[in-house]
């Protein structure tokens, strides 16, 4: 199983960025998906969750109304589109999968809100 994250980068307060995790080694389409994030000094935490099908999604209180999870079976890849970024929101962002009891994880892709 591999994760590969792309999308990071340096933005302003107020502007937006979408996430891709490029997925390989399991039947994509079969998993729901997942993005977190681990801000410098706290723990890791769940920012959004995506059903197999894409047919569910669940965010973190302090990203709904901004950020956005979907997915492309086709394409194997999930997406998280943040819009309305804020300073709190810089962390590295990492993308999760649980393939036969077992966690997965990417290299993480870092997001900086600044002016």
């Known amino acids: 199983v591999q994760l590969v994250e792309s999308g990071g980068g340096l933005v302003q307060p107020g502007g937006s960025l979408r996430l891709s995790c490029a997925a390989s080694?399991?039947?994509?389409?079969?998993?729901?998906m997942s993005w977190y994030r681990q801000a410098p000094g706290k723990e890791r935490e769940l920012v959004a969750v995506i059903s197999s099908l894409g047919v569910i999604t669940k965010l973190a209180d302090s990203v709904k109304g901004r950020f956005t999870i979907s997915r492309d079976n086709t394409k194997s890849t999930v997406y998280l589109q943040m819009n309305s970024l804020k300073p709190e929101d810089t962390a590295v962002y990492y993308c999760?999968?649980?393939?036969?009891?077992?966690?997965?994880w990417g290299q993480g892709t870092q997001v900086t809100v600044s002016s």
């Open positions: 080694g399991f039947t994509f389409s079969r998993y729901g």
């Open positions: 999760y999968a649980r393939y036969r009891d077992r966690d997965y």
